[in-house]
């Protein structure tokens, strides 16, 4: 996997990605685009969402939606690092099974987001879910 980032102006980047994708930065305070701290927040709903709803296909769960609502905390000083991140996940659908929703969000955290167990190495990373009926 490759990237480049090039500067666009002020504090802006652009990233792109090697399968040609690209997405716009703000260092200055988010004014323009999401910063990239916020980027690797949602990342790791992204990647651990992309487990969860894949297992569930599998497991042939009605999933009619799937959000994850992340809240962290950061460092007060320098390096202003990620000190907690908590994901809660809230799936929606019909006649979910609880075990499978549960198993989905385990497996997804302890064995398959790659974004989430690496952001784990270095600061504390909890997680949470909720069913909803669709």
Known sequence: ??????????????????SGHQIEMDGDGAKAAAS????????????????IISI??????????????????????????FTKIHLEFVVTGVDLSEKHV??????????????SLMLSKSCEVSHSYRIESA
């Open 102 to 115: 549960a198993r989905a969000v385990q497996l997804s955290m302890e064995k398959y987001c790659s974004v």
């Open 56 to 81: 569930l296909s599998k497991a042939r769960q009605q999933v009619t939606d799937c959000t994850v609502n992340l809240d962290s905390e950061r460092a007060e000083g320098t390096p202003r690092v």
């Open 36 to 51: 990239p701290m916020e980027y690797v927040l949602m990342a790791a709903g992204g990647c651990s969402s992309v487990d």
């Open 1 to 18: 996997m490759k990237a480049t980032v090039s500067w666009s102006k002020e504090l802006q980047f652009i990233g792109k990605s090697s």
